[in-house]
């Protein structure tokens, strides 16, 4: 029997794993909620219940809209969450990267 391609070893990922996987195949269009360019990610945390949401950002937003950001990417994700029946167990901490705006020439 031949050895199987790496991309095709079998492996079965934890509920994290796979609610990181949805949220970060959505992400996409919580970016295109707001004018500004605003990138998301969801990485599972290493305790299996928290998922650590990145976000960058220009750092010139205002905080107000920051925080709108974040309240925006945290319901999202637990609203996928409930629809597995998973939102009682899940944390979702915040790091945030703000980024210099380019200059416009």
Same mark, same amino acid.
């Given at each position: 029997?031949?050895?199987?391609?790496?991309?095709?070893? %079998?492996?079965? !990922?934890?509920?994290?794993?796979? *609610?990181?996987?949805?949220?970060?195949? @959505? /992400?996409?269009? +919580?970016?295109?909620?707001?004018?500004?360019?605003?990138?998301?990610?969801?990485?599972?945390?290493?305790?299996?219940?928290?998922?650590?949401?990145?976000?960058?950002?220009?750092? %010139?937003?205002? !905080?107000?809209?920051?925080?709108? *950001?974040?309240?925006?990417?945290?319901? @999202? /994700?637990?609203? +996928?969450?409930?629809?597995?029946?998973?939102?009682?167990?899940?944390?979702?901490?915040?790091?945030?990267?703000?980024?210099?705006?380019?200059?416009?020439?």
């Amino acid at each position: 029997m031949s050895e199987k391609a790496p991309g095709f070893e %079998d492996y079965t !990922p934890s509920r994290l794993e796979w *609610l990181v996987v949805i949220l970060n195949s @959505f /992400a996409q269009h +919580i970016n295109s909620m707001h004018g500004d360019n605003v990138n998301y990610a969801y990485i599972p945390g290493e305790d299996g219940k928290t998922i650590i949401l990145h976000i960058i950002h220009y750092d %010139d937003l205002k !905080p107000e809209n920051v925080s709108n *950001l974040e309240d925006v990417a945290k319901t @999202f /994700a637990i609203g +996928i969450a409930k629809n597995y029946k998973w939102d009682s167990w899940i944390e979702i901490k915040t790091q945030w990267n703000p980024i210099e705006r380019p200059t416009k020439h």
